[in-house]
């Protein structure tokens, strides 16, 4: 049985894949402090909770916050007796070609969404994720990954404008009713909706005007429904796509050892 854990910036998430479908997923929040122990008692109590009684033979860990690692190797080792896979690492071989300028660190999210949208849906991809930052990345035919775009994230935007303006107070994103808002919380609930409706639509079309070719538009990421109900931004929303991620990565090591 295999432990998937995707560790970025704002949340972790733990999933249990049984190789053909995930049993349960959690999330928690990042905090690199939290020690091997504290992972383990979170995590078996969420187990017994939903009385999944299964073996963890496998670990494989994605993650934008490198603190966190040494603690989720160290609770693998110690409470499933295996060496995690970590994405990124020298070890772990991907599927798929990464073309950039050289001594280019790529986030291993960005590469796991690689993975994950050429398993599923072939090549000529971008690769819209909704976290902590708002990323696009761009697959090629042949599914490797070959850069990208970088943006602040939704939420990101929201508590830069509270925090560095005294007047304006913290707001959750939705859609407004209309464009132009008759109070403040109106007034930036739309400036950052249609703001970041523009930032997707401009860029993608870019992408794919640069790239000279129709590209399929993937989304994932916890704000992405929300975009894509409203606007039809995407042509593919997947709230899974990193877990599955790393699910094929994983498999790809497991076969190639």
Not at 90 to 112: S, Y
Not at 143 to 167: C, K, R, T
Request: charged letters at 20%; glycine letters at 8%.
């Amino acid at each position: 049985m295999l432990l998937a854990i995707d560790c970025g910036n704002t949340n972790t998430v733990f999933s249990i894949w049984d190789g053909e479908r995930f049993l349960a997923t959690w999330r928690t929040a990042t905090e690199w402090q939290r020690t091997a122990d504290q992972y383990y008692v979170w995590l078996s109590s969420l187990m017994h909770w939903q009385k999944l009684d299964v073996t963890i033979t496998d670990v494989i860990i994605s993650s934008t916050v490198p603190r966190v690692v040494f603690n989720l190797r160290v609770f693998s080792d110690r409470y499933f007796n295996t060496r995690p896979l970590v994405v990124g690492k020298a070890d772990c071989a991907l599927p798929v070609d990464v073309r950039v300028d050289e001594g280019t660190q790529v986030g291993p999210d960005r590469l796991v969404n690689t993975v994950a949208g050429y398993d599923l849906y072939g090549g000529d991809l971008i690769m819209v994720d909704f976290g902590t930052a708002t990323t696009f990345d761009v697959v090629d035919t042949d599914g490797a990954y070959v850069g990208g775009v970088i943006a602040p994230g939704v939420n990101l935007s929201l508590e830069a404008l509270h925090q560095a303006a005294a007047a304006l107070p913290h707001v959750d994103i939705s859609k407004p009713q209309r464009v132009v808002g008759t109070n403040t919380v109106t007034c930036m609930q739309s400036g950052v909706f249609w703001g970041y409706v523009g930032l997707v639509r401009e860029i993608c079309a870019r992408i794919k005007a640069e790239r000279a070719r129709d590209m399929r538009v993937i989304s994932t990421g916890g704000l992405a429904p929300l975009f894509q109900q409203s606007e039809k931004l995407f042509d593919v929303f997947r709230d899974d796509l990193t877990m599955h991620g790393l699910t094929v990565i994983h498999e790809y090591n497991k076969d190639n050892a």
